[in-house]
């Protein structure tokens, strides 16, 4: 906001950007579902879910989201964003789901049906660097096809099936 001479205000307004849906996971359906923007904040309830978004749950998610709640860390928005920057960028793999088992672990579901299990207890980068060398070196496209997880959580070793 900025008064300038002459009794005139300039207010800038910049709407929120929706980066993922967060949803409430109750049994086997998804339910009360919002727009999360990048630092982790509730700001829209959705009606229907929409396919141009990751989507978000946590395995014990008790409380009661409101519209202005931080339900997602913005280290672990971060963290899911990067991921799929590199799949999409250098492999042209979507992230389609993430599961958020705890405060530290992260079940990120592919496009291609296969899982990366992540932490954030220690460098992303790291996870990624190991992510890229095995898709790069290893797991060939051919193989993707039957992959069922990369795990990636352990700081000097990646197991993959």
């Not at 964003?81 to 250098?90: F, R, V």
């Not at 990624?128 to 290893?138: A, G, M, S, V």
């Amino acid at each position: 906001m900025k008064k300038k001479l002459f009794q005139t205000l300039n207010i800038n307004v910049k709407e929120r950007e929706a980066i993922v849906i967060f949803c409430n996971k109750v049994e086997q359906s998804l339910e009360n579902c919002y727009f999360v923007d990048k630092e982790g904040i509730a700001f829209e309830e959705l009606k229907d879910l929409q396919n141009d978004y990751i989507i978000i749950t946590k395995e014990t998610m008790d409380e009661k989201v409101s519209l202005k709640d931080q339900v997602i860390r913005k280290d672990v928005i971060d963290a899911i964003l990067k991921t799929q920057k590199t799949l999409k960028d250098n492999y042209g793999v979507d992230v389609k789901e993430v599961l958020i088992q705890n405060q530290s672990r992260l079940d990120i579901k592919t496009s291609e049906k296969w899982q990366i299990y992540l932490t954030t207890d220690f460098n992303l980068d790291m996870q990624i660097t190991k992510l890229n060398l095995l898709l790069k070196e290893e797991i060939t496209e051919e193989v993707r096809k039957k992959l069922q997880y990369i795990d990636l959580r352990f700081k000097d070793r990646a197991y993959y099936k």
